[in-house]
């Protein structure tokens, strides 16, 4: 297995965990807390962890969440993220897990650039 793929699978992961690989503490330190922070913000406003399901806004919203890595995982497994559709914050939270999935996915392939030496 090459240096590249297993950088992007621990980053996907492990938010922060490819940059930590990369000897990128600090980086990786940053981008796992914020990542988390909006995990839990989420979850917090009754968000949905969202699974496969039909449609394009159905796969759209799955491939989101899913891009969190463990933290989706963990959820899912643990039962979180069921949400509650009538509470004042659920698009909000749902807005907090899609940004968070989407910024892990954005992290991954910033791990892939320095890892390939397109960026330092």
């Excluded at 496969?52 to 491939?63: A, I, T």
């Excluded at 909000?92 to 897990?97: D, Q, S, T, V």
């Amino acid at each position: 297995m090459s240096s590249s793929i297993l950088t992007c699978f621990v980053a996907w992961l492990v938010p922060g965990g490819g940059h930590f690989l990369l000897g990128r503490y600090k980086r990786s330190a940053l981008f796992f807390t914020v990542v988390l922070i909006l995990f839990a913000l989420g979850l917090y406003q009754d968000g949905v962890l969202f699974g496969p399901s039909p449609g394009l806004f159905g796969v759209l919203k799955f491939f989101a969440d899913f891009c969190l890595g463990a933290p989706y995982l963990l959820g899912k497994a643990m039962g979180w993220g069921n949400g509650d559709i009538r509470s004042y914050g659920y698009e909000y939270g749902n807005a907090y897990l899609y940004t968070a999935g989407l910024l892990n996915a954005l992290i991954v392939l910033d791990a892939f650039d320095i890892n390939q030496g397109r960026k330092s």
